[in-house]
């Protein structure tokens, strides 16, 4: 069985205070705890955007 999960994200992970941001993927994490296992990851590339933002597709199996 395959699952495809993508995931929209900020290059802007820095903030003000110079301090790293970490990010969990309640989804993603959901099937993984499932026993699905990331078989292929793909960004999105896409023009350049005033937003810094990018995709990332999984493909999940289990």
Do not use: C, R
């Amino acid at each position: 069985m395959q699952k495809v999960v993508t995931v929209t994200t900020h290059t802007n992970i820095i903030d003000k205070d110079d301090k790293f941001t970490e990010k969990e993927y309640p989804t993603l994490n959901k099937y993984l705890e499932e026993g699905y296992k990331v078989v292929q990851v793909t960004p999105i590339i896409l023009n350049s955007t005033t937003a810094y933002m990018y995709s990332l597709t999984f493909l999940l199996e289990k």
